[in-house]
């Protein structure tokens, strides 16, 4: 890709941690992320300054690099009204009494802004306040002081001059997009860093009483009525990850970023498209009827992909130098074996590795003649017996560790490795540096088909597939995903030992898919959008993304195809370009039937009842039975599991009552009715995960 001409522009990247300068100051992945992105702007002539807090670190940078004091002081209170619900024991607002000042360190071509005071300097080692912290301990305030103190500084600072600011995860920077909005010389670029839930919220007086002490004249969105949703589908949603619901006096904080943002950034096509519909999850019903779903359609126009990239040094060192023998025959494995290699944080919801682990335990166990190198990083210690469990049950196959260690030890190990696992779940993956990285040294990824890591092509088809997929996962303890890992791990144990060649084609292909994500490619991304808006050239949205989320009424009558209308069984949609004739109508019933969407299906028998035969007319009214001894038959040919799920008495926030029913032969299924309110949960061979509904009488 040739690098973009942009006009040459000062920009301010902003976040609660930007230290991937340095090592010892890392905590997260998005603090790399930001420092080679910022340093790869400067390289291409681009002014460019990071803002963060010192985190009590500045006698530490001291040491190692030239601190600027600046002419900076702020001196001010800042009132952080609390939700009495949580800060019990607390007055109603408390006013923060904060002297800040600000540091600067030049590198590589950066300016890196460092703001302190009272409450950036605490937890100078995690950074991050403890979510314990919450409703007990005002440190939980501190990136919110983060926020006001980042908005008083780009303002106090560079003043009028021109400049992107770039924000990064809406947690983090909620304040900031409408605080700025007043400023014509300073464009913000919101990014979602991470998949957090969308409708995660924030106390709406809190909100108020900032934009008053900032000056912001933005009224906040009204109070959210009720989701007109049955409760069993509210209530589960805890379950997934993907959505809590709040009181009526919080307000979302993707709402205040995507509605005064001026663009609104992702890591990868999937994650943006994900995030814009949550489709084939048990979320997306519920989120066509919140209002969330509005906002994110008012600013579809501004979401672009500027992506995210492998490290340089992967990419510049040569696994063809690493010594497998000498790294497996270190690890106490054997070389001669097939070998599986995991690299991620311990997450076990987030990264999938319960059912990794069981997986392992269950092949190994079987006799599966296989290495595997797992490592779960954590600080503390891994606090599950079970994983210590499965690796005393097999030493000489299974190394586990959790430390962190140097870069180039975990390079070796992936580049002696010949696949490399990664199950991820709840799709909170929204790039994936790590596949990326293991496959840049030719590991043949077995992973999750998430949205967010489809870019890396390892669910693709047989011609240009990376490596092996298994079905998305929505489910804390997922037998499914457990089986799926056994299988694809056995088959990918078999292809290296008897198809050497084609195991030599996809680790040649997965390496080359991966190499393409560089920094000088994501800087491309960037630039080409930042210029536009630089320009002051509108943006526009993207029909294609439109199509894919079914958002019909925003396309011209040119723009809505067939295809796409089908895939959606709109019959609106469909005759605005022709009509819906007998051959149409069977394929948009056979197409709504294999996405268990029997509401379309319903929707064209009503429409052309004549166009579906008989027998699959009465398959889809009879799908669901009550047996003579009262118990429920349910039959769907591409559904492999079917949950019960009942509500429970009490908030929206109560756990749902959760069974699933037996698997009586393929596509069929048994167990105890739902009670009235309760709902069947679908998952489907594809991974589609939908709702169903027994009628009673």
């Not at 293991?438 to 597939?465: L, N």
């Not at 630039?527 to 536009?532: G, I, Q, S, Y």
Request: proline share 6%; hydrophobic share 40%; net charge negative.
């Amino acid at each position: 890709m040739t690098a973009v001409n942009a006009p040459r522009m000062h920009i301010i990247e902003t976040y609660f941690e930007c230290c991937g300068f340095d090592h010892t100051f890392l905590q997260g992945g998005t603090s790399v992320y930001l420092w080679n992105l910022s340093r790869t702007f400067a390289a291409r002539g681009h002014r460019v300054s990071i803002v963060t807090p010192a985190h009590g670190r500045l006698d530490d940078l001291r040491q190692r690099y030239e601190v600027e004091d600046l002419p900076y002081e702020d001196v001010y209170a800042l009132p952080v009204v609390l939700d009495p619900r949580v800060w019990q024991g607390f007055p109603e607002q408390v006013d923060l009494a904060l002297r800040t000042t600000a540091h600067r360190i030049r590198l590589e071509g950066v300016d890196l802004y460092f703001l302190a005071n009272e409450y950036l300097n605490q937890l100078p080692d995690t950074f991050y306040p403890p979510y314990s912290a919450k409703g007990q301990d005002l440190v939980f305030f501190k990136p919110l002081v983060f926020q006001v103190d980042s908005v008083r500084f780009l303002r106090g600072w560079f003043g009028d001059e021109k400049a992107v600011v770039h924000a990064h995860e809406p947690y983090y920077h909620y304040l900031l997009p409408a605080a700025l909005r007043g400023d014509p010389a300073k464009l913000v670029v919101s990014n979602v860093q991470s998949n957090m839930p969308i409708t995660k919220k924030v106390y709406a007086p809190e909100v108020e009483r900032l934009f008053e002490l900032l000056d912001v004249d933005v009224k906040l969105p009204a109070p959210e009525p009720e989701p007109d949703a049955p409760a069993a589908i509210v209530q589960y949603q805890q379950l997934t990850h993907l959505h809590y619901t709040y009181p009526a006096d919080h307000v979302a904080i993707y709402e205040l970023t995507a509605e005064h943002a001026d663009l609104i950034d992702f890591l990868s096509p999937g994650q943006l498209d994900f995030y814009a519909g949550f489709r084939d999850t048990p979320f997306e019903a519920l989120f066509r009827r919140l209002p969330i779903a509005d906002v994110v359609r008012r600013n579809a126009h501004k979401m672009f992909v500027g992506g995210c990239a492998i490290s340089d040094q992967w990419l510049a060192w040569d696994p063809a130098e690493v010594d497998r023998a000498e790294v497996l025959g270190g690890l106490g494995l054997d070389p001669a074996l097939p070998t599986f290699f995991h690299n991620a944080r311990y997450a076990v919801h987030h990264k999938g590795q319960v059912e990794l682990m069981r997986a392992v335990d269950r092949v190994l166990s079987e006799g599966l003649a296989a290495n595997f190198v797992i490592r779960c990083i954590s600080g503390n210690g891994i606090d599950d017996p079970f994983f210590h469990e499965v690796a005393a049950r097999h030493p000489g196959r299974l190394h586990f560790e959790w430390e962190r260690v140097e870069e180039a030890r975990v390079f070796a190990c992936a580049a002696a490795s010949d696949f490399a696992l990664f199950p991820s779940k709840f799709e909170m993956d929204t790039f994936l540096i790590a596949q990326g990285e293991a496959m840049a040294v030719g590991a043949v990824p077995i992973a999750t088909d998430q949205r967010g890591m489809e870019h890396f092509r390892h669910a693709d088809g047989p011609d240009t597939a990376t490596g092996f997929a298994v079905n998305r996962s929505f489910a804390e303890d997922d037998e499914l995903l457990t089986a799926a890992l056994a299988d694809r791990i056995r088959q990918a144990a078999a292809l290296w030992s008897d198809e050497p060649a084609r195991y030599r084609e996809l680790s040649e292909r997965a390496a080359a898919v991966a190499r393409v994500f560089t920094w000088d490619h994501c800087a491309d991304l960037h630039l080409a959008a930042f210029a536009r808006l630089w320009e002051g050239r509108p943006t526009a949205l993207s029909p294609e993304l439109a199509l894919r989320q079914g958002w019909f009424d925003l396309l011209t009558d040119e723009q809505v195809t067939s295809a796409a209308a089908i895939e959606h069984g709109d019959i609106e949609a469909y005759e605005r370009r022709t009509p819906l004739d007998a051959d149409a109508a069977l394929r948009m019933f056979r197409t709504a039937w294999q996405r268990a969407d029997f509401a379309a299906c319903e929707r064209v028998l009503d429409r052309n009842p004549e166009a579906v035969p008989a027998a699959e007319t009465a398959r889809l009214r009879q799908r669901s039975r009550i047996l003579t001894d009262g118990r429920l038959e349910y039959r769907l040919p591409h559904a492999e599991r079917v949950e019960v799920v009942e509500p429970r008495r009490g908030s929206a926030r109560a756990l749902p009552n959760v069974r699933t029913l037996e698997r009586t032969g393929p596509g069929v299924f048994t167990g105890e009715a739902p009670q009235a309110g309760g709902r069947l949960l679908l998952t489907l061979s594809t991974g589609r995960v939908t709702w169903d509904e027994v009628r009673h009488g």
